[in-house]
């Protein structure tokens, strides 16, 4: 069974920077996208940042040279490389994925807390 793993987040004063890991394990043939997206109190969910299998990246506009997605094939493990910091980007960091094993299917982390505060 497929599964995905978040890491790197916690506190961080603004102007600051944090490196987001999402780690997948299980039976799998290929990780095609990641995403990766960010959840504030009381807002919906946001799209922030999407690699493709190529390993090209789109980013939203709010977050556009300051943020900055990558993968490691190898070690099926994407990041999300996070600078300059603002207050607003605090928020529950969740990655999902299109994997491929018996089938394409799509996956969701857990999340990890970002908390961007002085």
């Known amino acids: 069974q497929v599964r995905l793993v978040e890491s790197g987040g916690g506190w961080v004063l603004p102007g600051g920077s944090l490196r987001l890991s999402c780690a997948a394990s299980?039976?799998?043939?290929?990780?095609?996208?990641v995403e990766w997206y960010r959840q504030a109190p009381g807002k919906q969910r946001e799209l922030v940042a999407t690699i493709a299998s190529g390993g090209s990246g789109n980013y939203a506009d709010s977050v556009k040279g300051r943020f900055t997605i990558s993968r490691d094939n190898a070690k099926n493990t994407v990041y999300l490389q996070m600078s300059s910091l603002k207050p607003e980007d605090s928020a529950v960091y969740f990655c999902?994925?299109?994997?491929?094993?018996?089938?394409?299917?799509?996956?969701w982390g857990q999340g990890t807390q970002v908390t961007v505060s002085s």
């Open positions: 999902h994925a299109y994997i491929e094993s018996n089938v394409i299917d799509d996956y």
């Open positions: 299980g039976s799998m043939f290929s990780i095609n996208a």
